[in-house]
């Protein structure tokens, strides 16, 4: 094994694992390889995404009681409603 790399086993639909060996064919490339370059495309577009979302890096900051102040925001920042 190559280091660098981390072996792992993952469990497919007949169908992926099908598909995944005509383009392992086709390419004259390994499973392995094919489905690196899979998950590098997905990571690599998640991870642009969270670039582009300004609020991402907030996410999870902090925690509640479970209130509905995300639900009744104005009432919390401008008071109730009389």
């Known amino acids: ?3 660098g790399k981390h072996r792992t086993q993952i469990s ?3 169908w992926q694992y ?3 060996l005509d383009l392992s064919r086709t390419t004259r490339k390994s499973l392995s390889a094919i489905v690196r370059e899979l ?3 997905k ?3 998640t991870a642009s995404y969270r670039k582009k979302d ?3 890096g907030i996410v ?3 925690s509640g009681d479970g209130a ?3 639900r009744e925001h104005d009432d919390y920042l401008y008071g109730k409603r009389k």
Do not use: I, P, R, Y
Request: hydrophobic share 40%; proline share 0%.
């Open 12 to 14: 497919l639909e007949k």
């Open 60 to 62: 999870g900051l902090s």
């Open 18 to 20: 099908q598909m995944l």
């Open 43 to 45: 990571l690599t577009k």
């Open 68 to 70: 509905s102040v995300a």
């Open 54 to 56: 300004s609020l991402h």
């Open 39 to 41: 998950v590098d495309e």
């Open 1 to 3: 094994m190559e280091s």
